[in-house]
Protein backbone atom coordinates (compact mmCIF):
# COMPACT_ATOMS: atom_id res chain seq x y z
CA UNK A 1 0.00 0.00 0.00
CA UNK A 2 2.62 2.45 1.17
CA UNK A 3 4.27 1.81 -2.25
CA UNK A 4 1.13 2.03 -4.28
CA UNK A 5 1.09 5.82 -2.82
CA UNK A 6 4.61 6.86 -3.26
CA UNK A 7 4.27 5.49 -6.61
CA UNK A 8 0.97 7.73 -7.49
CA UNK A 9 2.60 10.76 -5.42
CA UNK A 10 5.56 10.66 -8.23
CA UNK A 11 3.58 9.90 -11.22
CA UNK A 12 1.42 13.69 -9.83
CA UNK A 13 4.96 15.14 -9.23
CA UNK A 14 6.17 14.33 -12.69
CA UNK A 15 2.53 15.45 -14.11
CA UNK A 16 2.94 18.77 -12.09
CA UNK A 17 6.70 19.42 -13.10
CA UNK A 18 5.86 18.55 -17.13
CA UNK A 19 2.85 21.12 -16.91
CA UNK A 20 4.77 23.52 -15.16
CA UNK A 21 7.62 23.43 -18.04
CA UNK A 22 4.60 23.34 -20.38
CA UNK A 23 3.65 26.39 -19.58
CA UNK A 24 6.71 28.00 -19.51
CA UNK A 25 7.79 26.46 -22.82
CA UNK A 26 4.53 28.45 -24.63
CA UNK A 27 5.11 31.53 -22.07
CA UNK A 28 8.26 32.29 -24.24
CA UNK A 29 6.24 31.67 -27.75
CA UNK A 30 3.43 34.04 -26.70
CA UNK A 31 6.61 36.66 -25.80
CA UNK A 32 7.93 36.16 -29.06
CA UNK A 33 4.52 37.80 -30.40
CA UNK A 34 5.94 41.23 -28.89
CA UNK A 35 8.66 40.81 -32.78
CA UNK A 36 5.48 39.67 -34.73
CA UNK A 37 3.67 42.78 -33.09
CA UNK A 38 6.95 45.03 -33.87
CA UNK A 39 7.18 44.53 -37.51
CA UNK A 40 3.22 44.05 -38.36
CA UNK A 41 2.67 47.87 -37.14
CA UNK A 42 6.14 49.36 -38.60
CA UNK A 43 5.74 47.60 -41.78
CA UNK A 44 2.00 49.78 -42.18
CA UNK A 45 3.21 53.13 -40.66
CA UNK A 46 5.33 55.82 -43.19
CA UNK A 47 9.16 55.39 -42.85
CA UNK A 48 9.38 58.24 -40.58
CA UNK A 49 7.46 56.58 -37.78
CA UNK A 50 8.68 53.14 -38.11
CA UNK A 51 11.11 53.77 -34.60
CA UNK A 52 8.00 55.11 -32.78
CA UNK A 53 6.15 51.88 -33.42
CA UNK A 54 8.53 49.85 -31.86
CA UNK A 55 9.63 51.90 -29.55
CA UNK A 56 6.48 51.65 -28.02
CA UNK A 57 6.06 47.92 -28.98
CA UNK A 58 9.32 47.70 -26.02
CA UNK A 59 7.60 50.53 -23.57
CA UNK A 60 4.39 47.74 -23.45
CA UNK A 61 6.26 44.64 -22.89
CA UNK A 62 9.01 46.49 -20.52
CA UNK A 63 7.04 48.36 -18.51
CA UNK A 64 3.78 46.40 -18.56
CA UNK A 65 5.38 43.69 -17.29
CA UNK A 66 6.75 45.71 -14.20
CA UNK A 67 3.03 47.19 -13.71
CA UNK A 68 1.54 43.97 -13.99
CA UNK A 69 3.60 42.44 -11.19
CA UNK A 70 3.06 45.27 -9.15
CA UNK A 71 -0.93 45.93 -9.71
CA UNK A 72 -2.41 44.51 -12.42
CA UNK A 73 -2.52 40.35 -11.12
CA UNK A 74 -3.28 42.07 -7.72
CA UNK A 75 -6.75 44.01 -9.40
CA UNK A 76 -7.52 40.55 -11.03
CA UNK A 77 -7.50 38.57 -7.81
CA UNK A 78 -9.61 40.94 -6.18
CA UNK A 79 -12.32 41.63 -9.23
CA UNK A 80 -12.51 37.81 -9.23
CA UNK A 81 -13.15 37.67 -5.10
CA UNK A 82 -15.91 40.40 -5.32
CA UNK A 83 -17.40 38.78 -8.66
CA UNK A 84 -18.82 36.04 -6.77
CA UNK A 85 -21.41 36.02 -3.81
CA UNK A 86 -19.93 34.51 -0.68
CA UNK A 87 -16.09 34.85 -1.70
CA UNK A 88 -14.14 36.53 0.61
CA UNK A 89 -12.22 39.70 0.23
CA UNK A 90 -8.34 39.22 0.73
CA UNK A 91 -6.21 41.81 -0.64
CA UNK A 92 -3.50 39.63 1.17
CA UNK A 93 -4.10 36.68 -1.06
CA UNK A 94 -4.80 38.65 -4.46
CA UNK A 95 -0.96 39.64 -4.15
CA UNK A 96 0.57 36.87 -2.66
CA UNK A 97 2.08 36.24 -6.58
CA UNK A 98 4.33 38.84 -4.66
CA UNK A 99 6.20 36.68 -2.48
CA UNK A 100 5.10 33.06 -3.30
CA UNK A 101 7.54 31.32 -5.74
CA UNK A 102 5.23 28.64 -7.02
CA UNK A 103 3.19 30.96 -8.45
CA UNK A 104 5.49 32.87 -10.17
CA UNK A 105 5.23 30.52 -13.38
CA UNK A 106 1.58 31.09 -13.30
CA UNK A 107 2.19 35.04 -13.41
CA UNK A 108 4.09 34.94 -16.20
CA UNK A 109 1.67 33.42 -18.27
CA UNK A 110 -0.78 35.90 -17.02
CA UNK A 111 1.40 38.48 -17.71
CA UNK A 112 2.29 37.46 -21.32
CA UNK A 113 -1.45 37.73 -22.12
CA UNK A 114 -1.83 41.19 -20.29
CA UNK A 115 0.83 42.35 -22.31
CA UNK A 116 -0.96 41.22 -25.83
CA UNK A 117 -4.09 43.23 -25.06
CA UNK A 118 -1.78 46.37 -24.52
CA UNK A 119 0.38 46.63 -27.89
CA UNK A 120 -2.54 46.06 -29.83
CA UNK A 121 -3.38 49.58 -29.48
CA UNK A 122 -0.24 51.12 -30.79
CA UNK A 123 -1.65 50.49 -34.35
CA UNK A 124 -4.48 51.75 -34.19
CA UNK A 125 -2.95 55.55 -32.83
CA UNK A 126 0.24 55.62 -34.67
CA UNK A 127 1.09 58.67 -36.06
CA UNK A 128 0.13 61.22 -34.02
CA UNK A 129 -0.19 60.27 -30.38
CA UNK A 130 2.41 61.81 -28.25
CA UNK A 131 4.96 58.86 -26.80
CA UNK A 132 4.14 60.21 -23.19
CA UNK A 133 0.46 59.96 -23.69
CA UNK A 134 0.85 56.88 -25.17
CA UNK A 135 3.23 55.58 -22.11
CA UNK A 136 0.68 56.59 -19.40
CA UNK A 137 -2.29 54.62 -21.11
CA UNK A 138 0.05 51.55 -21.30
CA UNK A 139 0.32 51.63 -17.89
CA UNK A 140 -3.17 52.06 -16.81
CA UNK A 141 -4.28 49.09 -19.56
CA UNK A 142 -1.99 46.61 -17.55
CA UNK A 143 -2.77 48.16 -14.57
CA UNK A 144 -6.56 48.35 -14.32
CA UNK A 145 -8.17 48.14 -17.50
CA UNK A 146 -7.42 44.85 -18.66
CA UNK A 147 -6.99 43.39 -15.41
CA UNK A 148 -10.92 44.05 -14.50
CA UNK A 149 -12.13 42.26 -17.56
CA UNK A 150 -10.02 39.06 -17.21
CA UNK A 151 -10.33 39.16 -13.38
CA UNK A 152 -14.46 39.39 -14.42
CA UNK A 153 -14.22 36.31 -16.85
CA UNK A 154 -11.31 33.84 -15.96
CA UNK A 155 -10.07 32.38 -12.74
CA UNK A 156 -13.35 30.90 -11.91
CA UNK A 157 -14.27 33.18 -9.73
CA UNK A 158 -15.28 36.29 -11.43
CA UNK A 159 -18.84 37.78 -12.16
CA UNK A 160 -19.09 35.96 -15.52
CA UNK A 161 -17.74 32.81 -14.32
CA UNK A 162 -20.30 29.92 -13.59
CA UNK A 163 -19.57 31.49 -9.37
CA UNK A 164 -20.53 34.83 -10.50
CA UNK A 165 -23.17 36.51 -9.86
CA UNK A 166 -24.10 36.64 -13.45
CA UNK A 167 -23.10 33.23 -14.40
CA UNK A 168 -25.47 31.79 -11.30
CA UNK A 169 -28.36 34.07 -12.60
CA UNK A 170 -28.13 32.63 -16.25
CA UNK A 171 -27.28 29.02 -14.65
CA UNK A 172 -23.63 28.76 -17.35
CA UNK A 173 -20.23 30.73 -17.06
CA UNK A 174 -18.89 32.73 -19.73
CA UNK A 175 -16.40 30.78 -22.62
CA UNK A 176 -13.71 32.74 -23.96
CA UNK A 177 -10.97 29.66 -23.68
CA UNK A 178 -7.64 31.91 -24.79
CA UNK A 179 -8.89 35.59 -24.49
CA UNK A 180 -11.04 36.55 -28.03
CA UNK A 181 -12.37 39.31 -26.09
CA UNK A 182 -10.65 39.12 -22.96
CA UNK A 183 -7.90 40.08 -24.69
CA UNK A 184 -7.89 41.01 -28.19
CA UNK A 185 -11.17 42.33 -28.31
CA UNK A 186 -10.39 44.67 -25.39
CA UNK A 187 -6.94 45.85 -27.42
CA UNK A 188 -9.08 45.98 -30.81
CA UNK A 189 -12.03 48.48 -28.82
CA UNK A 190 -9.29 50.28 -26.46
CA UNK A 191 -7.19 50.68 -30.23
CA UNK A 192 -11.23 52.10 -31.51
CA UNK A 193 -11.58 54.83 -28.56
CA UNK A 194 -8.44 55.63 -28.62
CA UNK A 195 -8.09 56.34 -32.60
CA UNK A 196 -11.29 58.45 -32.14
CA UNK A 197 -10.45 60.72 -29.50
CA UNK A 198 -7.32 61.57 -31.49
CA UNK A 199 -8.86 62.06 -34.26
CA UNK A 200 -7.37 61.31 -37.88
CA UNK A 201 -3.61 61.76 -39.42
CA UNK A 202 -3.70 64.72 -41.31
CA UNK A 203 -4.52 64.18 -44.56
CA UNK A 204 -6.59 61.47 -43.84
CA UNK A 205 -9.29 62.60 -45.48
CA UNK A 206 -10.10 64.95 -47.59
CA UNK A 207 -11.80 67.62 -47.03
CA UNK A 208 -15.35 66.64 -48.53
CA UNK A 209 -14.67 64.08 -45.56
CA UNK A 210 -13.63 60.81 -48.37
CA UNK A 211 -10.77 58.84 -46.95
CA UNK A 212 -7.54 59.11 -49.01
CA UNK A 213 -5.41 55.92 -48.72
CA UNK A 214 -2.02 56.46 -47.08
CA UNK A 215 -0.41 53.21 -47.47
CA UNK A 216 2.62 51.27 -45.17
CA UNK A 217 6.25 51.69 -46.13
CA UNK A 218 7.08 48.21 -46.13
CA UNK A 219 4.84 45.15 -46.86
CA UNK A 220 7.02 42.72 -46.39
CA UNK A 221 7.44 43.54 -42.92
CA UNK A 222 3.28 43.58 -42.38
CA UNK A 223 3.00 39.99 -43.74
CA UNK A 224 6.51 38.57 -41.89
CA UNK A 225 4.83 40.28 -38.49
CA UNK A 226 1.79 38.30 -39.39
CA UNK A 227 3.66 35.05 -39.62
CA UNK A 228 5.43 35.10 -36.63
CA UNK A 229 2.04 35.99 -34.56
CA UNK A 230 0.99 33.08 -36.49
CA UNK A 231 3.71 30.86 -35.05
CA UNK A 232 3.58 32.19 -31.68
CA UNK A 233 -0.49 31.68 -31.50
CA UNK A 234 0.27 28.33 -31.03
CA UNK A 235 1.53 29.14 -27.49
CA UNK A 236 -1.65 31.54 -27.20
CA UNK A 237 -4.16 29.11 -27.83
CA UNK A 238 -2.92 25.74 -27.38
CA UNK A 239 -0.68 26.83 -24.16
CA UNK A 240 -3.80 27.66 -22.85
CA UNK A 241 -4.58 24.27 -22.64
CA UNK A 242 -1.64 23.90 -19.59
CA UNK A 243 -2.35 20.62 -18.63
CA UNK A 244 -0.87 18.34 -20.67
CA UNK A 245 -0.46 15.54 -18.27
CA UNK A 246 -3.34 14.80 -15.39
CA UNK A 247 -2.25 13.80 -12.54
CA UNK A 248 -2.33 10.21 -12.94
CA UNK A 249 -0.07 10.54 -15.86
CA UNK A 250 -2.85 10.17 -18.46
CA UNK A 251 -1.62 12.19 -21.48
CA UNK A 252 -4.60 15.08 -22.68
CA UNK A 253 -4.12 14.44 -26.39
CA UNK A 254 -7.46 15.11 -27.43
CA UNK A 255 -7.66 18.19 -25.77
CA UNK A 256 -4.26 19.82 -26.97
CA UNK A 257 -5.32 18.25 -30.42
CA UNK A 258 -9.14 19.85 -30.67
CA UNK A 259 -7.54 23.21 -30.29
CA UNK A 260 -4.29 23.15 -32.58
CA UNK A 261 -6.61 21.94 -35.23
CA UNK A 262 -9.23 24.59 -34.54
CA UNK A 263 -6.56 27.25 -34.54
CA UNK A 264 -5.17 26.48 -37.57
CA UNK A 265 -8.02 25.84 -39.69
CA UNK A 266 -9.65 29.40 -38.95
CA UNK A 267 -5.89 30.79 -39.46
CA UNK A 268 -6.58 29.23 -42.75
CA UNK A 269 -10.06 29.80 -43.50
CA UNK A 270 -9.77 33.72 -42.33
CA UNK A 271 -6.77 34.19 -44.69
CA UNK A 272 -8.38 32.52 -47.82
CA UNK A 273 -11.69 34.34 -47.00
CA UNK A 274 -10.37 37.69 -46.50
CA UNK A 275 -7.95 37.01 -49.96
CA UNK A 276 -12.15 35.88 -51.77
CA UNK A 277 -13.93 39.06 -50.16
CA UNK A 278 -10.80 41.21 -52.08
CA UNK A 279 -10.51 39.94 -54.99
CA UNK A 280 -14.20 40.20 -56.12
CA UNK A 281 -13.88 43.62 -54.74
CA UNK A 282 -10.96 45.20 -55.83
CA UNK A 283 -10.37 42.79 -58.49
CA UNK A 284 -6.95 41.87 -57.13
CA UNK A 285 -5.92 40.19 -54.21
CA UNK A 286 -3.91 42.48 -51.52
CA UNK A 287 -1.60 40.86 -49.02
CA UNK A 288 -2.33 43.57 -46.71
CA UNK A 289 -5.83 42.45 -46.46
CA UNK A 290 -5.27 38.69 -46.64
CA UNK A 291 -2.50 38.94 -43.55
CA UNK A 292 -5.16 40.79 -41.61
CA UNK A 293 -7.53 38.07 -42.42
CA UNK A 294 -5.50 35.28 -40.99
CA UNK A 295 -5.02 37.24 -38.09
CA UNK A 296 -8.49 38.03 -37.88
CA UNK A 297 -9.53 33.99 -38.14
CA UNK A 298 -7.16 33.80 -35.65
CA UNK A 299 -9.00 35.81 -33.01
CA UNK A 300 -12.04 34.78 -33.92
CA UNK A 301 -11.19 31.41 -33.40
CA UNK A 302 -8.98 31.92 -29.68
CA UNK A 303 -11.87 31.84 -27.35
CA UNK A 304 -13.82 29.00 -28.78
CA UNK A 305 -10.96 26.75 -29.71
CA UNK A 306 -11.35 24.29 -26.80
CA UNK A 307 -15.07 24.13 -27.61
CA UNK A 308 -16.30 23.82 -30.92
CA UNK A 309 -16.21 21.19 -34.02
CA UNK A 310 -13.96 21.27 -36.42
CA UNK A 311 -16.51 22.84 -38.66
CA UNK A 312 -17.36 25.36 -36.76
CA UNK A 313 -13.43 26.01 -36.15
CA UNK A 314 -13.77 26.42 -40.48
CA UNK A 315 -16.82 28.46 -40.01
CA UNK A 316 -15.45 30.82 -37.06
CA UNK A 317 -12.19 31.60 -39.32
CA UNK A 318 -14.34 32.33 -42.20
CA UNK A 319 -16.54 34.45 -40.66
CA UNK A 320 -13.82 36.43 -38.59
CA UNK A 321 -11.74 36.44 -42.09
CA UNK A 322 -14.59 37.64 -44.81
CA UNK A 323 -15.86 40.17 -42.24
CA UNK A 324 -12.17 42.22 -42.36
CA UNK A 325 -12.51 44.15 -45.00
CA UNK A 326 -15.84 45.10 -44.64
CA UNK A 327 -15.56 46.25 -40.50
CA UNK A 328 -12.15 48.02 -42.07
CA UNK A 329 -14.22 50.15 -44.62
CA UNK A 330 -16.77 50.72 -42.16
CA UNK A 331 -14.68 51.79 -39.28
CA UNK A 332 -12.43 54.61 -41.83
CA UNK A 333 -15.01 55.38 -44.15
CA UNK A 334 -18.52 55.53 -41.87
CA UNK A 335 -17.06 55.75 -38.48
CA UNK A 336 -14.59 58.56 -39.87
CA UNK A 337 -12.02 56.57 -37.71
CA UNK A 338 -8.27 56.83 -38.43
CA UNK A 339 -7.23 53.15 -37.22
CA UNK A 340 -4.05 52.99 -38.93
CA UNK A 341 -3.73 49.31 -38.58
CA UNK A 342 -7.00 48.07 -38.88
CA UNK A 343 -6.83 47.11 -34.95
CA UNK A 344 -10.80 46.70 -34.63
CA UNK A 345 -11.19 44.68 -37.70
CA UNK A 346 -8.97 42.50 -36.69
CA UNK A 347 -9.06 41.93 -33.07
CA UNK A 348 -12.43 44.05 -32.01
CA UNK A 349 -15.28 42.51 -34.33
CA UNK A 350 -13.60 39.09 -35.35
CA UNK A 351 -13.22 38.26 -31.34
CA UNK A 352 -16.86 39.81 -30.87
CA UNK A 353 -17.86 37.63 -33.62
CA UNK A 354 -16.38 34.05 -32.90
CA UNK A 355 -17.37 34.27 -29.21
CA UNK A 356 -20.36 34.92 -29.70
CA UNK A 357 -20.87 32.25 -32.26
CA UNK A 358 -19.36 29.39 -29.69
CA UNK A 359 -22.42 28.46 -28.63
CA UNK A 360 -23.56 27.18 -32.35
CA UNK A 361 -20.57 24.91 -32.76
CA UNK A 362 -20.32 23.79 -29.00
CA UNK A 363 -19.27 19.90 -28.56
CA UNK A 364 -21.44 20.02 -25.86
CA UNK A 365 -24.52 21.29 -27.49
CA UNK A 366 -26.46 24.39 -28.01
CA UNK A 367 -27.34 26.25 -24.98
CA UNK A 368 -29.64 29.38 -25.42
CA UNK A 369 -28.86 30.23 -21.69
CA UNK A 370 -25.20 30.14 -23.12
CA UNK A 371 -25.52 32.21 -26.17
CA UNK A 372 -27.19 35.12 -23.37
CA UNK A 373 -23.95 34.86 -21.73
CA UNK A 374 -22.23 35.38 -24.48
CA UNK A 375 -23.75 38.22 -25.74
CA UNK A 376 -23.58 39.69 -22.68
CA UNK A 377 -20.12 39.04 -21.18
CA UNK A 378 -19.28 40.52 -24.92
CA UNK A 379 -21.78 43.34 -24.30
CA UNK A 380 -20.41 43.91 -20.44
CA UNK A 381 -16.41 43.87 -21.73
CA UNK A 382 -16.96 46.36 -24.50
CA UNK A 383 -18.77 49.29 -22.49
CA UNK A 384 -16.35 48.72 -19.84
CA UNK A 385 -13.23 48.75 -22.40
CA UNK A 386 -14.70 52.15 -24.28
CA UNK A 387 -15.41 53.96 -20.63
CA UNK A 388 -12.27 53.13 -19.14
CA UNK A 389 -10.39 53.97 -22.19
CA UNK A 390 -12.70 56.99 -22.79
CA UNK A 391 -11.82 58.53 -19.37
CA UNK A 392 -8.49 57.72 -19.27
CA UNK A 393 -7.53 59.65 -22.58
CA UNK A 394 -9.25 62.05 -21.41
CA UNK A 395 -7.13 62.88 -18.09
CA UNK A 396 -4.06 62.30 -19.97
CA UNK A 397 -5.31 64.99 -22.58
CA UNK A 398 -5.91 67.44 -19.64
CA UNK A 399 -2.68 66.94 -17.64
CA UNK A 400 -0.12 66.63 -20.96
CA UNK A 401 -2.03 66.09 -23.94
CA UNK A 402 -2.60 63.44 -26.58
CA UNK A 403 -1.41 64.75 -30.09
CA UNK A 404 2.30 65.84 -30.95
CA UNK A 405 1.64 69.53 -33.25
CA UNK A 406 1.27 69.22 -37.06
CA UNK A 407 4.88 70.32 -37.56
CA UNK A 408 5.72 67.25 -35.54
CA UNK A 409 3.26 64.92 -37.07
CA UNK A 410 4.77 66.12 -40.55
CA UNK A 411 8.25 66.03 -39.62
CA UNK A 412 7.58 62.43 -38.18
CA UNK A 413 7.06 60.84 -34.73
CA UNK A 414 10.75 59.10 -35.00
CA UNK A 415 12.63 62.86 -35.14
CA UNK A 416 10.32 65.03 -33.04
CA UNK A 417 9.60 61.95 -30.07
CA UNK A 418 12.90 60.30 -30.27
CA UNK A 419 15.67 62.22 -32.35
CA UNK A 420 16.30 60.29 -34.42
CA UNK A 421 15.59 58.48 -38.14
CA UNK A 422 14.63 54.82 -38.75
CA UNK A 423 16.51 55.44 -42.20
CA UNK A 424 18.71 58.02 -42.02
CA UNK A 425 21.08 56.97 -45.28
CA UNK A 426 17.63 57.62 -47.27
CA UNK A 427 17.13 61.32 -45.47
CA UNK A 428 18.80 64.44 -45.93
CA UNK A 429 19.55 65.70 -42.29
CA UNK A 430 17.29 62.95 -41.30
CA UNK A 431 14.38 65.76 -41.52
CA UNK A 432 12.13 64.72 -44.30
CA UNK A 433 11.52 61.21 -44.65
CA UNK A 434 7.45 61.62 -46.24
CA UNK A 435 9.21 60.49 -49.56
CA UNK A 436 10.87 57.52 -48.50
CA UNK A 437 8.82 54.10 -50.15
CA UNK A 438 5.15 54.29 -49.40
CA UNK A 439 3.19 56.53 -46.61
CA UNK A 440 1.43 55.01 -43.73
CA UNK A 441 -1.57 53.21 -43.71
CA UNK A 442 -2.68 49.14 -43.34
CA UNK A 443 -4.37 48.71 -46.40
CA UNK A 444 -5.13 49.78 -50.00
CA UNK A 445 -8.49 51.72 -49.77
CA UNK A 446 -9.61 51.51 -52.99
Given at each position: ?5 AL???V??I ?19 QPG ?12 N?A ?9 W?A ?32 S???D??S ?5 F ?13 G ?27 GSA???T????ST ?10 Y???A ?19 L?P?R ?11 IP ?16 G????NV ?6 L ?15 LN??L ?18 K ?8 GL????V??TG??A?V ?8 G???G??T ?10 LG????V?V????G ?13 D????S??Q ?7 V ?6 T??A ?6 A ?14 S ?11 S?P????S ?13 F???
Amino acid sequence: MLGTYALQSDVTAIADSINNVWILTVTFLIFFMQPGFALLEAGQVRAKNAANVVMKNMWDWSAGVLVYFLIGAGVFAVVGQIGSPGTAFDIGGAMSHISDPGSWVGWLFGAVFAMTAATIVSGAVAGRIKFSAYAVYAVVITAVIYPVVAGSAWGGTGLLSSTGYLGQALGVGYKDFAGATVVHAVGGIAGLTAAYMLGPRRDRYDPEGNSVPIPGHNVIYAVLGTLILAFGWYGFNVGTQATVLTTDGAFQGGALGRVALNTTLAMGAGMVASTAVTTFWQGKPDPLFSANGLLAGLVAITGACAHVTWVGGLVIGIVGGATTPFVFRWVVDSLGVDDVVGVFAVHGSAGFIGTMMIPFFDVAGFSFSQLVMQVAGVGLIGTWTVLATMVTMGAIDAVIGLRVSENEESQGLDVSEHGMSSYPEFTESGQDEGSVGLSEGSFADD
